[in-house]
């Protein structure tokens, strides 16, 4: 994906996990909505200096640098979520491109892809970006409505409650 399809998703994530995390649609809603877009905007677009050096897809676009951004809140204390804008960022070059990113790079520089994706260039790129995103919010909306009372659940048959 392009700039553009990356900044897109980011802002629709923001909006999403605003209104999953704090659902009442008021004031604290939308603090939470910048309190998360802002570092996952700015972890979306990161992957993508690497068109300024390296080799694009492999040099910024593998695990070693989502490991980097994932311990960044632990050793900084701040932009806790700028790793979920690396993520997203995987996510749609992966499900949403044709190319696929190098995600064991510099051990291994095959790129890898699902055969969904379309071109970069594609009239269909921006509703793409949109069915991934959709997807990711689904997945986010399972892990915090319904991983807990899976949790829970468990819980009580494994300890007799």
């Known amino acids: 994906m392009n700039k553009k399809g990356h900044v897109l998703n980011a802002i629709l994530l923001s909006l999403g996990l605003g209104y999953i ?24 677009l990161f992957p993508d200096v690497d068109t300024a050096f390296g080799k ?17 809140p632990y050793v900084f204390g701040n932009l806790e979520y700028v790793w979920l804008g690396v993520l997203t960022h995987y996510v749609l070059d ?5 190319r ?40 986010v909306a399972v892990l915090v409505f319904q991983f807990p009372q899976w949790g829970l659940e468990l819980s009580q048959q494994l300890f007799g409650f």
Do not use: C, Q
């Open 94 to 98: 992966v499900a949403g491109s044709k």
């Open 21 to 44: 995390l704090e659902p009442a649609g008021d004031l604290e809603t939308f603090r939470t909505i910048v309190e998360i877009g802002v570092p996952v905007t700015l972890g979306a």
């Open 100 to 139: 696929g990113i190098a995600l064991f790079y510099p051990l291994w520089k095959e790129e890898f892809g699902l055969p969904i994706g379309v071109a970069v260039s594609s009239k269909h790129a921006d509703g793409m970006t949109v069915a991934v995103t959709v997807l990711e919010l689904a997945l």
């Open 56 to 72: 694009h897809r492999k040099t910024l676009h593998n695990l070693p640098v989502l490991l980097g951004f994932l311990a960044f």
